[in-house]
């Protein structure tokens, strides 16, 4: 998978076609919200576990996604080889179209799919990155299909509407890692690709901290974007912080 595969031409519709990776041990309380919004938008939903978190493998059976369960979280001897694992889920993509790497606690926006494709244009060259917010405790969690309801991310008249992160149950917008030496650097919960560009997922680091930003680096500074288009939703079971998660979940369940 470490070779770009641009000499495979897709089939009739392929381009239109949306896969997304998923990683989770331990996440399975978020994995499931997180899931129950986001399959309606992709064609095959990935999620990779390790062998023993029955949890995981349950919730997203459950939900129609394509479960692989791995020991690749310990290579190298390390405790939470992401890199590693996710390169073990790109070995289940079905089609050659666009491909998205998820974090389990992220949610796309309702409209995201028909945005992607009717609204967004897309360039198979390069690495797309998305703005994020914050979605802290339990309550405000279950209540954003509500929040929805009452202040869609994209109205008739324009595509992103900068208000609905005033609404009380919105947290703080996600930082945007854009280094002075190195440009725009789309982080690990959300990084899309097309198929032509596949690219191997580095794991040298062994955790969640750099692996996501070496993968970036994998592609020019003008090859990587920010999607405009759209935003997504961190689902924050208590206020985030930074680094929380690197080697596993530090953070409370959302059934705590």
């Known amino acids: 998978m470490s070779q770009e595969t641009s000499a495979i031409k897709p089939k009739a519709g392929e381009d239109l076609r949306l896969e997304a990776v998923v990683t989770s041990v331990g996440f399975d309380d978020v994995l499931d919200v997180a899931l129950g919004y986001n399959m309606a938008h992709v064609d095959t939903m990935i999620v990779i576990t390790s062998h023993d978190d029955y949890k995981t493998q349950q919730v997203a059976t ?10 690749l979280w310990g290579k190298n001897g390390r405790k939470f080889n992401k890199g590693a694992a996710i390169n073990a889920g790109f070995n289940y993509f079905q089609y050659n179209g666009w491909r998205l790497h998820l974090d389990s606690d992220i949610v796309l926006p309702c409209s995201f799919r ?38 869609p991310q994209h109205r008739l008249k324009f595509l992103m509407d900068p208000t609905h992160d005033r609404h009380p149950a919105i947290g703080a917008f996600g930082g945007r890692l854009a280094g002075s030496l190195e440009g725009y650097t789309p982080l690990g919960f959300f990084q899309l690709w097309h198929h032509s560009r596949q690219k191997q997922y580095p794991y040298s680091r062994g955790n969640a901290a750099h692996d996501d930003t070496m993968f970036s680096k994998l592609w020019p500074e003008a090859n990587r974007r920010l999607l405009p288009t759209v935003c ?24 705590a």
């Open 62 to 71: 459950k939900h129609g996604a394509l479960v692989v369960p791995t020991d």
């Open 114 to 151: 028909r945005v992607l494709f009717n609204h967004t244009h897309l360039d198979p060259t390069c690495l797309y990155g998305a703005d994020r917010f914050d979605v802290v405790g339990k309550k405000n969690i279950t209540q954003l299909r509500e929040l929805w309801s009452q202040h």
């Open 232 to 255: 997504v939703y961190h689902l924050c079971p208590e206020p985030p912080q930074w680094g929380q998660n690197w080697e596993g979940r530090k953070q409370k369940r959302l059934d």
